[in-house]
Nanobody
Framework: QVQLVELGGGWVQSGGSLRLSCAAS????????MGWFRQAPGKGREGVAA???????TYADSVKGRFTISRDNANNTLYLQMNSLKPEDTAMYYC????????????????????WGQGTQVTVSS
């Protein structure tokens, strides 16, 4: 049974940093593409960063240069390092996983991912 558990959310002032982690279990982690999404109140789910099974990463324009996605295949963990946080980064953050082969253009399409964590809240105050 695939399980994804996000940790590391919290409250931070504008300009601060947080590191989210996503612990994966129940599948061969290294063979899955992974993504981070976020959802603010009243808004749709937005793709933030993605990393494929080969380690290739991509970022939404809104976080490029501030966020870094990485994966530790030995420990079945996905990370999102978030620096220079802004109030508009406030949202529930989710990690997602899938082992199907998709075109890279679909990295930020939520339907592309089969498995999801329960989310962790990030709040950035101004």
């Amino acid at each position: 049974q695939v399980q994804l558990v996000e940790l590391g959310g919290g409250w931070v002032q504008s300009g601060g940093s947080l590191r989210l982690s996503c612990a994966a279990s129940g599948y061969t982690y290294s063979t899955y593409d992974m993504g981070w999404f976020r959802q603010a109140p009243g808004k749709g789910r937005e793709g933030v960063a993605a990393i494929d099974r080969d380690g290739k990463s991509t970022y939404a324009d809104s976080v490029k240069g501030r966020f870094t996605i990485s994966r530790d295949n030995a420990n079945n963990t996905l990370y999102l390092q978030m620096n220079s946080l802004k109030p508009e980064d406030t949202a529930m953050y989710y990690c997602a996983a899938d082992n199907r082969i998709w075109d890279w253009r679909f990295s930020f399409v939520a339907a592309r991912y089969t498995y999801w964590g329960q989310g962790t809240q990030v709040t950035v105050s101004s």
